[in-house]
């Protein structure tokens, strides 16, 4: 098996409300993304990237295509790297959600599923299923998404065990993987923008 580069990035900011719950729900981006495109094409050359795969949701595809447009890679869609379906919590603030159903959650997050959502057993399922046939066809690729699937694309790229509720990676950021090695290339730790200004290398 040769090595590859897997560039995993996470959409730019949207414009919900602080404090709303959204995985499925479609959002827009907030102004400015298309600068967080830009710094991102700039990662995706230097990784030789080929193959850019989106989720579905309007804040990554509408991405997606100017990033696969700029860097020059074919772009695919795949439903399986859609956020958690939140269900019923979808557009409420976590607040207002029974604090019961949280603790629930917290306790088991692989089992539990929000009222009409899904559980992390049922995102891990998808996100692995995706994650076997990238290491099967070692594309170098990019994946477009969000912080759920990211969360477990992460582990299974670095090679650690995954964790449901680690913590994400921020919006419009983006990590970047050698798949066949033991360790992570890079994890940029600013804003795409600032960092591509300064045409420093991506660092940890």
Same mark, same amino acid.
């Given at each position: 098996?040769? #090595?590859?580069?897997?560039?995993?990035?996470?959409?730019?900011?949207?414009?919900?409300?602080?404090?709303?719950?959204?995985?499925?729900?479609?959002?827009?981006?907030?102004?400015?993304?298309?600068?967080?495109?830009?710094?991102?094409?700039?990662?995706?050359?230097?990784?030789?990237?080929?193959?850019?795969?989106?989720?579905?949701?309007?804040?990554?595809?509408?991405?997606?295509?100017?990033?696969?447009?700029?860097?020059?890679?074919?772009?695919?869609?795949?439903?399986?790297?859609?956020?958690?379906?939140?269900?019923?919590?979808?557009?409420?603030?976590?607040?207002?959600?029974?604090?019961?159903?949280?603790?629930?959650?917290?306790?088991?997050?692989?089992?539990?599923?929000?009222?009409?959502?899904?559980?992390?057993?049922?995102?891990?399922?998808?996100?692995?299923?995706?994650?076997?046939?990238?290491?099967?066809?070692?594309?170098?690729?990019?994946?477009?998404?969000?912080?759920?699937?990211?969360?477990?694309? #992460?582990?299974?790229?670095?090679?650690?065990?995954?964790?449901?509720?680690?913590?994400?990676?921020?919006?419009?950021?983006?990590?970047?993987?050698?798949?066949?090695?033991?360790?992570?290339?890079?994890?940029?730790?600013?804003?795409?923008?600032?960092?591509?200004?300064?045409?420093?290398?991506?660092?940890?």
């Amino acid at each position: 098996m040769r #090595s590859f580069p897997v560039l995993l990035v996470r959409h730019a900011p949207v414009q919900v409300a602080q404090g709303i719950c959204y995985g499925r729900q479609d959002v827009a981006l907030s102004p400015g993304w298309e600068s967080i495109v830009s710094g991102l094409s700039v990662l995706a050359k230097g990784a030789v990237c080929q193959v850019l795969y989106s989720s579905p949701a309007q804040r990554c595809w509408q991405m997606a295509q100017r990033l696969a447009q700029s860097a020059g890679m074919e772009l695919r869609v795949d439903h399986r790297l859609a956020e958690l379906n939140f269900g019923r919590w979808e557009g409420v603030r976590w607040q207002d959600i029974d604090r019961t159903l949280l603790d629930e959650w917290a306790q088991n997050p692989e089992g539990f599923a929000p009222p009409e959502g899904e559980s992390g057993q049922d995102l891990y399922q998808r996100i692995q299923s995706f994650w076997r046939e990238v290491r099967q066809r070692e594309e170098n690729v990019c994946v477009l998404s969000h912080g759920g699937p990211l969360r477990l694309l #992460s582990a299974f790229a670095g090679g650690y065990k995954p964790h449901l509720l680690a913590p994400s990676m921020p919006q419009g950021f983006a990590r970047l993987f050698m798949v066949g090695e033991k360790n992570e290339l890079a994890s940029n730790q600013r804003d795409f923008l600032t960092h591509h200004k300064k045409e420093e290398p991506c660092q940890v």
